[in-house]
């Protein structure tokens, strides 16, 4: 039997991205398709996801639902992978210019609720036959915005409709979709439902929760974050539910999407290169130093950084250490948006030290592989994460990370420590504790090894040959569906 699974998730690439989410949504299902599973996605029907989509035909009316006029599900496909997208048309939610969250203000919308509610709603109508020409096995609700998808099939289930397994994946606990309990009544869901044992959460609708309480099986993207996220230090007040549910939580991990971030392959950079022919990684440091004012020195040592600029990334740790950076004739280059505290904190960094440290606000996906390709070394301190995949594609581009030994960062970054550097096992710099002396003894460490170019090269080569293609988190995702029942 082909296992047939949908998606739900606020994000795809290319269609629409702010952060990994999209990549992995974009991603997983073609891998998944290779390995013979059938998977679909369902989308909230933004502006940026009916346009990408192609030959975006009528599937069902699903009448009137939260509030708003009637809501219509379309079904559409995604060049050049072919996965077949669901898109949920309601206007009056979605038709929004910029970001599927924020307003221009750059707060919440305040119906966010009855939107993200209307999205796990419809995957549960679509896993209920609202598509007369497709069923999934199972629903595989992505993060909180489709964290009601499980509640909604598990009350259609008590109104008699044939069960739909779901999986609830974590790709960030600190994001939970809370609301005002007030707000419960609009979201169509039974009356008890309102509980302690449901998607009640200290006096608040979470629809994180409620994934986490209504889902058969739990995954979030590492190994790591899985142990921490049940620990009190890093369960967001969730670890508590976390443990009771240890024995259906699987950490996955990431993978990166090679066609799209290899420098073999890479359209969006200066110059391709491959792991035995890296002069092109030297004209791609020349072009990211023209292009963002740096001077234009082969032998400084240049940091990149891409990234929301938010607590969780530690960006505030990272600016404590630019004047070590500096002085010791490193350069740093940041892309990135957010917080407007960290956004000032970047642009002064770069008006004190014109020509060794430049920032751009903004999301920029070209420049976002320009970075990555021309940096020497790509930074990721968080505080926590989840996975992070940025690090993953610096593997792949030669730029050996800088990262916090935490969550996936952890899982997939050996630090060039001595005994590392001897067992051929380095692929970058980790430090441990959160604090400027951890962040700068790993940038000392970096700028030891540089001096050492044998060692270095030896580190990068290391670094590109390290595989974390999609099929392995594929293969894991299939295992937990066969737990399912779903063979
Ligand atoms: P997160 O999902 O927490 O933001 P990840 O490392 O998993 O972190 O994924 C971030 C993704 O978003 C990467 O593809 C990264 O290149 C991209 N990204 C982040 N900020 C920007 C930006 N300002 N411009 C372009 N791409 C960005
Ligand atoms: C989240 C996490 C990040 C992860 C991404 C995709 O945004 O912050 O660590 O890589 O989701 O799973």
Excluded at 194 to 202: K, M, T
Excluded at 438 to 459: D, H, P, T, Y
Aim: overall charge negative; some cysteine.
């Amino acid at each position: 039997m082909t296992v047939c699974v949908l998606h739900a998730a606020a994000e795809m690439f290319p269609l629409l991205k702010t952060g990994g989410l999209a990549d992995v949504v974009g991603a997983l299902p073609p891998a998944q398709s290779q390995l013979g599973t059938n998977a679909r996605v369902v989308l909230p029907g933004f502006p940026a996801v009916t346009a990408g989509l192609d030959d975006l035909q009528p599937v069902a009316d699903l009448g009137h639902a939260f509030g708003v006029g009637s809501v219509r599900l379309e079904r559409g496909v995604l060049a050049p992978h072919g996965v077949v997208v669901y898109v949920v048309r309601c206007d009056p939610f979605y038709d929004r210019p910029g970001n599927p969250y924020l307003d221009g203000a750059h707060r919440s919308y305040a119906d966010n609720d009855r939107r993200f509610a209307l999205l796990g709603w419809a995957a549960a109508r679509i896993a209920t036959g609202a598509d007369p020409a497709w069923k999934p096995h199972i629903v595989h609700a992505h993060d909180w915005h489709a964290g009601l998808a499980p509640a909604y099939l598990r009350a259609f289930q008590r109104s008699g409709a044939a069960k739909v397994a779901s999986v609830m994946t974590v790709h960030n606990l600190a994001y939970q979709g809370t609301f005002p309990a007030s707000e419960f009544g609009v979201l169509q869901l039974p009356g008890d439902f309102y509980a302690v044992e449901g998607v009640e959460f200290y006096g608040h609708v979470s629809f994180l929760k409620a994934g986490l309480y209504y889902a058969d099986r739990i995954t979030t993207v590492s190994p790591t974050y899985a142990r921490e996220i049940q620990t009190q230090a890093h369960g967001a007040g969730l670890h508590g539910l976390l443990q009771t549910r240890t024995h259906d939580i699987t950490g996955i991990l990431n993978g990166v999407d090679y066609s799209i971030w290899s420098p073999t392959v890479d359209d969006a950079i200066a110059s391709k290169y491959t792991v035995s022919k890296m002069s092109g990684k030297s004209k791609c440091k020349t072009a990211l130093q023209e292009r963002m004012g740096l001077a234009r020195d082969d032998d400084a040592l240049l940091f990149g950084v891409v990234s929301r600029l938010t607590e969780q990334k530690g960006l505030d740790l990272l600016l404590s250490a630019v004047p070590d950076i500096v002085q010791r004739g490193g350069q740093l280059v940041v892309l990135g948006t957010g917080d407007p505290a960290l956004e000032t904190g970047m642009k002064n960094a770069a008006a004190a030290h014109p020509g060794a440290v430049a920032v751009e606000l903004g999301f920029d996906e070209t420049l976002s592989h320009s970075i990555i390709a021309g940096s020497d070394v790509v930074m990721v301190p968080s505080r926590f994460e989840p996975c992070g995949l940025t690090q993953l594609y610096a593997l792949a581009y030669g730029a050996p990370p800088l990262v916090h030994r935490v969550g996936g960062l952890a899982d997939t970054v050996v630090d060039s420590s001595l005994e590392n550097l001897a067992d051929d096992l380095a692929t970058g710099f980790v430090f441990d504790t959160f604090d400027r002396a951890g962040i700068v003894g790993a940038i000392r460490r970096a700028f030891a090894l540089k001096a050492r170019r044998s060692e270095w090269k030896a580190v990068v080569k290391r670094a590109m040959g390290r595989n974390f293609g999609w099929e392995a988190a594929a293969l894991a995702y299939s295992e937990v569906y066969q737990g399912l029942g779903a063979h």
